[in-house]
């Protein structure tokens, strides 16, 4: 059981949490530089979910929705993003404990009949263990629109508030112009000489080592460990493993890699420093983050209301723009300018040859392979 739990709890440090928690450095970073304004900052940071209005826990009350996320600044993030229209609508305020929707700490909750939040942004494979636990709501969709977000992005414990991707970036000079086209290229040091990098955490790792052994996308789960470790085997010599999204960034900038296997927001980010900077859409790694809802949660079936208002397009892409969180609403994409579209992983020509995380096979069997991973790689 203890080694189930601390699997669960690197797994909710590696995906959809990591990648909020990296994305608000983004958005800070941007703010500190006079990229964004005060405003953009905190529409977007409430989009993301996460601000924090206060450092201790908050607790639901009748008249408010709690929303527990992975931390972030201030009120005025949620009141700008969720709370000030979905409050003019209903009266209801809506606040933010930052402390953390750890898995663990949701079990205990609901298992003392101690509910004290009302809607956790911990993401679809969160949303899935939970779920098949016993810990969380259904999602009620008689209230939350299935329209507003894309085939695939709607379960029955989870509904998808943003997307993101890991995507093949490399540096161009050192590639002498030569670009890869997938997966494959990663692991041909004649063609591509020199060291790479991949993530400490396993989600998306695995998936791009078995597409550039040829497994089909449909072939994918479960995952074949020994097949992926035999390939990525001959390559540790020349791997540098990443643990956060500016680790990443300053691999390529510092010019110690020349290919990666990194988020696109971070990607993104080195493409403005630095043309030679890039990254392909090929082959990208789609992630699902999610909203889900503890069993008994104080304000009951209202938090539908909130989770179906959260939803809208407009402060989805102001996400996109600030912290490079994908929208998941469809009418968002529609309205994305040319610009949007270049750093976007929803558009449909970014998803060509896309392959989606499957976060129910890792709510099954996350800590399992990420302790074999560890292990393997160190």
Known sequence: ????????????????????????SIALNGFQNGEIDRRSLLVAMGALGLAAVRPGSAVAAAKEIVICNWGGAAVEAHQEAFGKLFTEKTGIKVVVDGAGPDTAAIRAQVEANAVIWDVTDGGMTDAATLGKGGYVRPIDYTVVDKNKVGPGMAAEFGIANYVFANVLAYNSEMTKGVVPTGWADFFDLEKFPGKRTMCKYVQGQLEAVLLADGVAPADMYPLDLDRAFKKLEPLL??????DSGSQSQQLFRDGEVVLGNIWHSRANLLRKEKANLTWIWDQNLLF??????????????TVFEFINSSLDPEGQLLLLRSMGGGPT???????MTDEDKKVSPSTPENAVTQFRVDPAYYAENEAEIQNRYLDFIS
């Open 1 to 24: 059981m203890r080694d189930l739990e601390v699997g669960q709890k690197r797994g909710s440090a590696m995906s959809q949490s990591r990648f909020r928690q990296d994305a608000l």
């Open 237 to 242: 010599p020349h791997l540098i493993f990443w």
């Open 288 to 301: 699902l983050s999610a909203w889900s809802v503890p069993k008994g949660n104080p304000a009951g079936d």
């Open 329 to 335: 609403n469809p009418k968002a994409v529609a309205m």
